[in-house]
């Protein structure tokens, strides 16, 4: 089974403060995506990245920036986190293929407060 | 860029009813797939169908590429099937784009 693991489920943090999302999958999938989720607005896609040391903007990707240094984990930073990123954060990934499938990780609900 | 759209928004059901959820999209697309959103927040897997049908238990799922749009059929709904359901597609070269959903709440 494909396996996405994000490695919090719940986070408190503090305005201002830097925070790491991170994402790890174990079916050497060549893609990687952050969404955010919140009510109202559906999934939105923050960044996204083909292959390593790869990324590529999504439609939301002010406030935010990621990582991918190894082909399994996907980090997504928020430089300075402000009360506006609470959110769900929806870590995917997928192969590079075109008939592609997504997997999801489990999800992060943010909390800054 | 690709639009997804879905129907109804929102469903309530007692407990073993039917129900047909819709997907339409805007353009051609390489594949389909329908998720379900627990209450816990994660998406789940429930069909990978660019076209025809697929059954897997009480859920099936058909698509026709041609007409743009896909169909998820949910019979004997239990409680268990409360959520969200997703459709997304995905064009090569471009990125998964998810339909706003369908909030579904099945009644005991």
């Known amino acids: 089974d494909v396996k996405v693991t994000q490695s919090s489920r719940y986070l408190v943090k503090r305005t201002g403060e830097k925070v790491f999302l991170e994402c790890v999958q174990d079916?050497?999938?060549?893609?990687m995506f952050w969404y955010r989720q919140d009510p109202g607005l559906g999934l939105r896609l923050i960044y996204f990245?083909?292959?390593?040391?790869?990324?590529e903007k999504g439609d939301i990707p002010e406030g935010y920036s990621v990582s991918r240094e190894k082909k399994e984990r996907f980090s997504l930073i928020l430089e300075s986190a402000s009360t506006n990123q609470t959110s769900m954060y929806l870590c995917?990934?997928?192969?590079?293929?075109?008939?592609?499938?997504?997997?999801f990780g489990q999800g992060t609900r943010l909390t800054v407060v | 860029g690709i639009q997804v759209e879905q129907s109804p928004p929102d469903l309530i059901l007692q407990e073993g009813a039917n129900s047909t959820l819709r997907c339409n999209f805007s353009?051609?697309?390489?594949?389909l797939q329908w998720f379900h959103q627990n209450p816990w927040g994660q998406l789940i897997n429930l069909f990978y169908?660019?076209?025809g049908t697929k059954q897997n238990g009480r859920l099936s799922a058909t698509t026709v590429a041609t007409e743009r749009y896909s169909l998820l059929y949910i019979s004997s709904s239990q409680t268990t099937d409360s959520g969200v359901y997703f459709c997304?597609?995905?064009?090569?070269?471009?990125?998964?784009?998810f339909g706003p959903g369908t909030r579904l709440s099945v009644l005991p």
């Open positions: 995917a990934s997928s192969t590079g293929t075109a008939n592609t499938e997504a997997f």
């Open positions: 079916m050497d999938h060549e893609n």
């Open positions: 990245s083909y292959d390593v040391k790869m990324k």
């Open positions: 353009d051609s697309v390489n594949n």
């Open positions: 169908i660019p076209s």
């Open positions: 997304a597609v995905y064009y090569y070269g471009q990125n998964f784009v």
